[in-house]
């Protein structure tokens, strides 16, 4: 079954403007990760945030990550058209990597 | 390229038969994970091998079994596919030293499973 949830299911921007996406899942979490994946093939791990931290950036994107409200928000600045793909959040509650993935945001970003 | 391989690409069986899916793990990497993504859907945990024994199962039928290898390659064999079992089969390896692990898991670029 899927942790949680992510919104917006489809989302579709012009380049240059910012994307956000969210994720909101059920249980208490060692960690968040999020993933993206282009066209149905192998998942691309993008960031990962400890259940200790609340905010981290990596290049353009920026993750926020709320326990308190088991959510989690992955921001990606000045958008490009090779962005487009789907992205995932998925949690990990052991610390051993045994993921438990959203049900994606397909972003299109248009040229 | 994430060093992680699987084979074959893609796949076509009938009702009834069995499968081997094949991944090669990233070097020096000694824990595999099994996912199934289903058309739409994010991937769902099947298991994971470390050093050789299940360390884990996800809420799939016994049907579903693996093997990791002393080099610490893997297989998913699925026994009596149904047509639920048509998914992308992803596999992700990692390194766990002890009570400490590399928290970044490798993908491979899955194997398109379609059963008739």
């Not at chain 2, 084979?7 to 199934?36: A, E």
């Amino acid at each position: 079954s899927q942790q949680g949830e992510e919104d917006p299911q489809a989302l579709s921007i012009q380049e240059g403007e910012n994307a956000t996406m969210n994720c909101s899942y059920k249980t208490s979490i060692n960690n968040l990760q999020w993933y993206r994946q282009n066209s149905g093939r192998g998942l691309v791990h993008l960031i990962l945030i400890r259940s200790n931290e609340r905010e981290k950036h990596s290049g353009r994107l920026r993750v926020t990550l709320d326990t308190s409200k088991k959510s989690s928000s992955l921001l990606i600045t000045a958008s490009r058209a090779a962005d487009t793909a789907s992205y995932f959040c998925a949690t990990d509650d052991t610390g051993f990597q045994k993921l438990v993935f959203g049900t994606g945001t397909r972003l299109l970003v248009s040229p | 390229e994430t060093g992680v391989t699987q084979s074959p690409t893609h796949l076509i069986k009938t009702r009834g038969q069995q499968v081997t899916l094949r991944c090669s793990s990233q070097s020096g990497h000694n824990t595999v994970s099994w996912y199934q993504q289903a058309l739409g859907q994010g991937p769902q945990f099947i298991f994971q091998y470390y050093r050789e024994e299940e360390n884990g199962r996800g809420n799939f039928p016994p049907r579903f079994s693996g093997l990791q290898f002393p080099n610490y390659s893997s297989e998913l064999n699925v026994n009596a596919l149904e047509l639920d079992d048509s998914a992308l089969y992803l596999c992700a390896s990692s390194l766990v030293r002890g009570q400490s692990y590399q928290e970044t898991q490798y993908f491979g670029p899955g194997t398109r499973l379609l059963v008739l």
